[in-house]
């Protein structure tokens, strides 16, 4: 149960922002020493919502919990939909699941599908910054060579993000990080069959080699609430002669409205979680990341 004695510094904020997003609903306030569910907390009074485009019942979504026939299995696979966290147990009150990271000021699921973990994948895409002789670019300060990840613009709030996105029941993490690339950074949905073969064939190429698993687990979202929560798997795919991406045009599609290769540095404002995955990236690979060699002793 991470979390659950007091969200850490940094781990449960933006699940506590006001409006919520998409709406003009206030979250309760909740205070940094009552974010943990072992703090009693007796007053604590929790805003309901849960936007109507979620109550209107779409696929990707669970029926109310107060629906007869609706009997959710939490904690394990429910038929495709997978129920399980990341991060262990959690625990069910008055039928309703409990964030594991803490209270957040709002009840219900705001803009998420399910009760529970929503599960994400986030492909992070990186090649080497080279000069036009095709050598790899040093940054002048820290050393290091410069990495660059396929960054895509959000149409929903602007900020710049992996392009990732929700796991369809029943499908494989690998199927959606390849999905959601194809779809947000190289817009295959509205290209010919022709296309999307060639665009198949080089993502085949990409997603076929080694890569590294950067992160599992809860996201810190600002459409989390009480009872539905993101998670996420975040995966690098490191193509380091860029001659596969150099193959593939990136064309914004799906939920994007721009893409474009970006240099990852600590000077990236990122949407959600996602600095601290592009963060780790650049320490796993040994490329730039900061300026000022004393950063690497302070946490996420």
Not at 212 to 236: F, S
Request: hydrophobic residues 30%; negative net charge; glycine residues 8%.
């Amino acid at each position: 149960m991470s979390g659950s004695n007091g969200a850490k510094e940094n781990s449960h904020n933006k699940a506590r922002t006001s409006p919520y997003p998409g709406s003009k609903v206030e979250r309760s306030q909740v205070p940094n020493e009552k974010v943990g569910w072992l703090v009693e907390w007796q007053d604590y009074n929790p805003v309901e919502y849960t936007a109507v485009s979620v109550l209107a019942g779409p696929r990707w979504a669970d029926p109310q919990i107060s629906e007869s026939n609706f009997y959710p299995k939490f904690n394990e696979k429910d038929g495709h939909v997978e129920r399980k966290s990341q991060n262990g147990l959690y625990e069910i009150e008055n039928g309703r699941p409990r964030n594991p990271a803490g209270r957040t000021g709002l009840v219900g699921r705001g803009l998420l599908g399910r009760w529970g973990p929503n599960h994400a994948a986030d492909p992070i895409i990186t090649r080497w910054k080279r000069d036009s002789s095709g050598n790899k670019i040093t940054h002048p300060v820290s050393g290091k060579h410069i990495l660059q990840f396929v960054a895509i613009k959000r149409k929903d709030c602007g900020e710049w993000a992996i392009p990732g996105g929700m796991v369809d029941a029943g499908e494989k993490i690998s199927a959606t990080l390849k999905r959601e690339f194809g779809e947000e950074a190289l817009n295959s949905l509205q290209k010919s069959s022709a296309e999307k073969k060639e665009i198949e064939e080089q993502l085949h190429k990409l997603f076929s080699q080694e890569h590294l698993v950067i992160y599992k687990g809860y996201v810190d979202d600002p459409r989390n609430t009480d009872n539905a929560w993101m998670e996420t798997e975040a995966v690098n795919y490191h193509d380091e002669t860029g001659e596969i991406m150099d193959n593939l045009t990136l064309e914004a599609g799906d939920d994007a409205g721009k893409v474009k290769w970006v240099d990852i540095s600590e000077k990236l404002k990122l949407y959600a979680s996602h600095s601290q995955f592009i963060k780790l990236v650049a320490e796993k690979r040994d490329a730039h990341w900061s300026e000022d060699s004393e950063t690497d002793c302070h946490g996420l």
